[in-house]
């Protein structure tokens, strides 16, 4: 049996099928009630509640539901909102006594049903098409996913009969009730009867000027769970995970097996969230169905490979590069989103400060000499690279990259890929180029001595020379070719600069509050500020995923090269007089900057930014 697949061939998307396998199937029976067990007390013996707290929510319940008896003049809409008498949980959860994801296993448990937290990210966009919003509203019920006929559905009260009958039969399906707080149902309510979160409005009815897969005509033995993964289901799961991805930023694709599930996770503003969880048995059709599309072995398991592939979506070009991983429980496959459009290379737009702009200004108007970017992994170092070079090219210049791999195509630039199967290395192709006559030259990363030397080397006769070391600020960095094995005297010769950076969280606009940190923890910081000044953080909402965050903002530390750093270079100085000599503002310093203007949070500074 052969596939063919056209030069633009049309992702074909069909929401129904996306739903019936997005989540694995659960028995719908709830578990045995414990009976006789009151929710206090189930509290106090997990240790979570004290009597007096009990004792005050008791209290605070009885207050309030004499409230709700008193209410007079409402209309029946306001009746059958208000007229639900708050069940004890609801109350503490209120009061802040037990946070929600302690509290809901126990209500759960007590009612006889499982208990669940609601994220809008594990939320099926097809289950909510099922049933209006009027009847969830009144029914105090949100759809969470469908599975084959059964819809699994968060309630407030998952004992309502009535409100299950009506359920199933607006539906279609046989109802499996989850518990949550009304309160949860109330705040993600909105969010998800919001028209952009319906998955039609994204996954159905695609045609070619939506999302297409660009490929050339390819033929292939489709066997065993290749021919499962050439059926729509699969296909359409695979699509609307990857329109998902791109919609909502993401800049990786995890699809990991698991014992009882595969879990997708997509990777926003630096950190991992899941989105759905497929069958376990679906995870091979959903790896091949990748591989087809990035035209990899769908036969070779055991070995990784890496591939890509290019979708358009909505007349907007993105590439995915695709790697595989044989795991024990099978492959696990990650797609790294390359969204052009998403990014700038404006060295103007990056979040410099003004003194942080002027400095790699003066690196980059430098004829000759080497500067040096750095930070961990996703810290944003091939963005300030290819800023740095949108900044200095044009057609008098012959600028040339080596990458690892090619990430993103930049125009009047010359890049070539390493491919190390074929001893095309870093140090291989840097050698190529010097023969090339360039004026600027970009190596992806310097990972041996002998692209070390190489580069410093074309720094020191005549060549620009722009490159990224893994190093956690900007004085290690010069620790880090010494390690090498480059001579100190080249490299105080060399050097033009250094610019060490992170990503740090923006807290979400949403859900962000004031508060006075302890003073303690900023002289820990060494915060050398005024310590009455108000800082922020957020509690998480359902527009930052509960994650308390939204958006990143970059951090600079300059180190430039001058007479007193190349002096402590050849006279053997060691890291920490290196640092010392340093004067202008550190990772920290400028993270604490954004802490205090109320941009991101301490924890995440200390996070990204505390010295070793």
Known sequence: MTHATSLHAKIDTDPSQVASIAMPSKPARPRANKAGVPLGQRLIEAGLLRTD??????????????????????????????????????????????????????????????GVRLREGLIDPIAIALVPREYAERLHALPLMKVRDELTVAMADPHD??????????SGCRVRPVFTLASSIERLMPRCYEDDFAVDSVTADLDVEQLELETEAI???????????????????????????ISQGASDIHIEPGVKATSVRFRIDGALREVMK?????????VSRI??????????????????????????????????????????????VLDRQRLTFDLNKLGMTDHALESANRMLKRPHGLVLVTGPTGSGKTTTLYSAIELIKGVQRNIVTVEDPVEYQLELINQVQVQTDTGMTFA????????????????????????????IQAALTGHLVLSTLHTNDSASAVTRLIDMGVERFKISAALVGVVAQRLVRNLCPHCKETYYPPAKLLAEMKYEGDTRHPFAQSRGCTQCFESGYRGRSGIYEMLESDSTLRGLINAG????AIR????????????????????????????????D
Not at 161 to 170: E, S
Not at 278 to 286: G, M
């Open 219 to 245: 033929d292939l033995d489709l066997t065993g769970s290749m021919q499962i993964a050439e059926g729509s289901p699969v296909i359409n799961l695979v699509n609307y995970a990857i329109v998902q991805a």
């Open 428 to 455: 291989k192709a840097l050698r190529s180029i010097l023969r090339q006559d360039p004026d600027v030259i970009m190596v992806g990363e310097i990972r041996d001595r002998e692209t070390a030397e190489t580069a």
């Open 573 to 576: 100085a060691d890291l920490d």
């Open 278 to 286: 497929p069958r376990k048995d679906l995870h091979a059709a959903i």
């Open 580 to 611: 010392a000599a340093h004067t202008g503002q550190t990772l920290m310093t400028e993270g604490l900057r954004l802490a205090a203007d109320g941009i991101t949070s301490l924890e995440e500074i200390s996070r990204v930014a505390m010295a």
């Open 53 to 114: 707290q009990l004792e005050s929510a008791l209290t605070h319940q009885t207050a309030e539901t004499e409230r709700m008896k008193a209410r007079a003049g409402q209309s029946e809409a306001q009746r059958q909102r208000n007229g639900r008498t708050k069940r004890l949980g609801e109350v503490i959860t209120e009061l802040g006594l037990v946070d929600e994801s302690d509290l809901i296993p126990h209500m759960g448990e007590q009612l006889g049903v499982e």
């Open 161 to 170: 009969l009535a409100a299950i009958d009506t359920l199933k039969r607006i």
């Open 291 to 336: 591989k087809v599309m990035a035209k990899l072995d769908i036969a070779e398991h055991r070995q990784p490979q890496d591939g890509r592939l290019h979708v358009r979506m909505n007349r907007r070009d993105v590439d995915l590069r695709v790697s595989t991983l044989p795991t024990v429980l099978g492959e696990k496959v990650v797609l790294r």
